[in-house]
């Protein structure tokens, strides 16, 4: 999923990391779980319980962020109350304005349990059999490649990553790439975040969607073509940039003897492709039926959905038990995401609560009418990319824009915005130094996430033309 980079301060003992941890993953769950049963059950007394819990977790998240989190989350904050002061706002106020996004924190507590199947079932082991198979030169191993980790990012979101950076490392020597480090980051960084356009558990298309209220299924096609599309571009551009004028390179040598047999390998995929539909359907019906959001819908059905395919696999106790132990261990170390998106909501509630939304929507209004719809949009993308720059969390970013633009005062169709903000944030998933890609990535790699970016980018340009021409024929 998304992560915040930061590392946190250095315990003074083990023993208070441990301690600390567990209250503060105590204090996590209760938040999340009060919340949900207010929003779900219409528990209107427990709204308080879930803004003052809210509230509680920003103040111990801060001394366990980053200081890049630390320094966002005290800015969001003082803008907040800033707004509150002058409009006068009463000090319960102050409180009830936290925790409006505990559900996209609930989502980042439980999404990581779809990795577990994956890794219980050994599908690993197939994506590095196809990828070792014979394959006719360095564009067809790209097309796996980005293909693979766009199946992978399709539902385990940030997971795929390093599980494609593993499969690969065995492999990419057996081609002459120019770079095989740089290939493997760009591709598999491709490959996932082309998903985030239309997947559920990206989390940007939950948040784009509330925002906007509009329905998952009204913008799936769409999006979906976008995806697809970006693969082709992909493709496209690897053959101009890496292969155009170069002899042609010689194919792979023979798979090596103890590789696994192509054809299991392939039905073996199959099956998560499988689970990767019905998950989908799931959602896009539940969604439609339920009217609870497509983010709140994505966190009720993670853990049963992954635990039905460790069922199926025969390894629900396993499940069970891998389940447990990643979220007593996720928990305590989600201090960044917790203090920055709890901050953010608690300056977005401040914005509503004190007018401040209508003044900032003037000025959006302006900039509409000074560079016309079409440029308007075409802006958005740079918009978001400057945020990330300076720090800003994609998702963050995303929130803040979608919460701030009225398309029905703008004159703009609400589904074309909503895709333009879904555009606009795979961008900075592409290229923003801070946004969980590039910082896991740098993690895994040991290279500077600027270097990587800067790998990305002739990529990214074809994907941001893609988004121009769907902006401008829209």
């Known amino acids: 999923m998304a992560f915040i980079p930061g590392r946190p301060a250095a315990p003074a003992s083990g023993a208070v990391t441990t301690a600390g941890g567990a209250w503060r993953a105590v204090l996590y769950l209760s938040a999340i779980v009060i919340f949900l049963l207010a929003k779900l059950a219409h528990l209107q007394p427990l709204e308080p319980v879930a803004s003052a819990l809210a509230l509680v977790s920003i103040v111990v998240s801060l001394p366990g962020c980053g200081p890049v989190a630390r320094t966002l989350t005290v800015l969001f904050l003082a803008g907040g109350c800033a707004m509150l002061w002058r409009a006068g706002a009463p000090w319960p106020r102050y409180v009830l304005a936290h925790g409006s996004m505990l559900y996209l924190l609930a989502l980042f507590a439980v999404l990581p349990v779809l990795s577990i199947p994956v890794q219980l079932g050994h599908y690993s082991r197939s994506i590095e059999a196809v990828l070792r198979a014979r394959i006719s030169g360095v564009f067809q191993l790209n097309c796996l490649v980005t293909v693979l980790a766009f199946l992978c990012g399709?539902?385990?979101?940030?997971?795929?990553v390093p599980i494609m950076l593993a499969s690969m490392a065995p492999v990419v020597k057996n081609y002459p790439l120019r770079d095989p480090m740089r290939f493997s980051t760009v591709s598999a960084t491709y490959g996932y975040v082309l998903p985030i356009l239309w997947t559920p558990v990206s989390g940007v298309v939950g948040v784009v969607l509330q925002s906007l209220r509009l329905e998952w299924t009204a913008l799936?096609?769409?999006?979906?073509?976008?995806s697809v599309a970006g693969l082709l571009i992909n493709w496209a551009l690897f053959?101009?940039?890496e292969l155009r004028g170069s002899a042609p390179a010689p194919a792979a040598a023979d798979p090596p003897a103890d590789a696994r047999p192509l054809g299991p390998a392939l039905r073996h995929l199959a099956q998560m492709l499988l689970a990767i539909v019905l998950m989908v359907t799931a959602i896009g019906v539940l969604d439609h039926a339920l009217h609870i959001g497509m983010l709140t819908v994505v966190t009720l059905l993670a853990i049963p959905f992954a635990l039905a395919w460790s069922m199926a696999l025969g390894n629900g106790a396993d499940f069970v038990r891998a389940a447990t132990q990643q979220l007593a261990s996720r928990l305590p170390r989600m201090a960044d995401q917790f203090a920055i998106f709890l901050a953010?909501?608690?300056?977005?509630?401040?914005?509503h609560l004190s007018g401040v939304d209508h003044a900032v929507n003037l000025a959006f209004v302006?900039?509409?009418?000074?560079?016309?719809?079409?440029l308007f949009l075409l802006a958005m993308p740079l918009m978001a990319?400057?945020?990330?720059?300076?720090?800003?969390h994609?998702?963050?970013?995303?929130a803040l824009l979608g919460e701030s633009l009225k398309p029905e005062v703008l004159g703009i169709?609400?589904?074309?915005?909503?895709v333009t903000l879904i555009g606009s944030s795979v961008l900075t998933y592409m290229l923003g130094p801070f946004s969980g890609t590039l910082g896991l990535m740098q993690s895994l790699t040991r290279i500077s996430s600027y270097r990587l970016a800067l790998w990305n980018l002739p990529y990214a340009l074809g994907y941001v033309a893609l988004l121009a021409v769907v902006i401008l024929l829209y």
């Open 413 to 418: 169709d609400v589904k074309l915005l909503a």
């Open 385 to 392: 990319l400057a945020a990330a720059i300076l720090g800003v």
């Open 154 to 160: 399709s539902f385990m979101s940030l997971a795929a």
């Open 394 to 398: 994609p998702l963050v970013a995303i």
């Open 366 to 374: 302006q900039l509409h009418n000074a560079l016309g719809s079409r």
């Open 239 to 241: 053959w101009l940039i």
């Open 344 to 351: 953010a909501g608690f300056f977005v509630s401040a914005m």
């Open 220 to 226: 799936l096609p769409l999006l979906m073509a976008m």
